[in-house]
């Protein structure tokens, strides 16, 4: 299965190459041309006579970067994107592309004081253990600047649902993939970003680059609820209306409802908890642009391990796919 190779493989923000890989092979037979510009974005076209059209995907995912070296042979590590430093401890990681095994350690529970166990963990009060007793020997092990990702494998379980890492992009990155083996009207072009987790800075430069009329960005993520920790899946894709930073355009967003409606999909029009820089990057970026999101509901996303429905992402491709057709 796509999304499983893609889950499964390791890219950070900033280390994007193993997804990337993967996609330039999977695009290749499907496209009009193929660039990876200086960033490392890979940009599929499509020529069409209609509106020059982006759907935007991050290819990155959460993770750790290496910064230092302790006495006892634990490395010290900064954050990667965008991640709760309470669900981390005693996770388990692969550093760099040699998957090396690591433990992300703590203070046992036991030897903490009150005001220790009461207090949100900061990640200098974290480490990664790698099996080394000494700073020397992790040296020789680990290189500074070496990436880490959780462990996490891609599967199936319960009634119609999968889980795995990395999901909040690339549920994303399995649509687009898809949407580009159709044919459309539309000017398409296919934008698989880097550093979505770091504000979506890889966008910048795609809005610059293309300048187009039209941006739909899709993604897995949690929505915004009365109670925050709920959170249903299998039930719907989500039109978003706005995120932390953006609202969306209005006229899109009723567009895309007409055209669920008409296909008889099954949708939602809902609010993004999350920021999304990748639609920033672009309202923003040369002569600005007309933006939409389609979300599919993530449990747990942006931790070790999220929960999605297959029917969900089906829903949501099938959305994108036939508002893409209406243009």
Not at 25 to 49: A, C, L, Q, S, T
Not at 67 to 81: A, S, V
Not at 198 to 205: A, I, T
Not at 300 to 327: H, M, P, Q, R, W
């Amino acid at each position: 299965m796509l999304l499983k190779k893609l889950c499964d493989a390791n890219a950070p923000s900033g280390y994007e190459g193993e997804v990337r890989d993967i996609i330039k092979k999977e695009i290749e037979e499907y496209v009009d041309d193929i660039v990876v510009d200086r960033m490392g974005n890979i940009i599929g076209h499509k020529k069409g006579n209609g509106k020059r059209v982006v759907v935007d995907v991050f290819m990155d995912e959460p993770g750790f970067i290496i910064t230092g070296y302790n006495e006892d042979g634990t490395l010290k590590f900064d954050l990667l994107g965008s991640l709760d430093t309470e669900i981390i401890p005693c996770k388990t990681v692969y550093i760099g592309k040699d998957k090396i095994n690591g433990v992300i350690g703590i203070k046992p529970i036991h030897l903490q004081g009150k005001a220790e166990r009461e207090k949100i963990y900061d990640v200098n009060q974290l480490c990664i253990d790698i099996g080394a007793n000494s700073k020397e020997e992790a040296k020789k092990i680990i290189p500074l600047g070496e990436y880490a990702v959780f462990t996490s494998q891609f599967e199936s379980f319960g009634e119609g649902l999968f889980k795995g890492k990395a999901l909040s992009s690339r549920l994303g990155c399995s649509i687009l993939l898809e949407l580009l083996k159709e044919e459309y009207n539309c000017d398409f072009y296919g934008v698989f970003s880097v550093q979505g987790e770091l504000k979506g800075r890889g966008s910048y430069v795609s809005a610059y680059n293309i300048n187009p009329e039209l941006v739909i960005a899709v993604k897995g993520s949690e929505i915004s609820k009365e109670n925050k920790r709920e959170m249903e899946i299998s039930k719907v894709p989500i039109i978003s209306m706005m995120s932390q930073e953006e609202v969306l355009s209005p006229n899109i967003i009723m567009d895309m409802k007409a055209v669920a409606v008409k296909n008889n999909i099954p949708h939602e029009i809902g609010k993004c908890n999350t920021e999304n820089g990748v639609l920033g990057s672009y309202s923003m970026s040369a002569e600005g642009t007309e933006i939409a999101e389609i979300i599919i509901p993530c449990k747990y996303a942006n931790t070790s391990i999220g929960v999605c429905s297959l029917e969900d992402y089906k829903n949501a491709f099938n959305l994108i796919n036939e508002f893409l057709k209406s243009l």
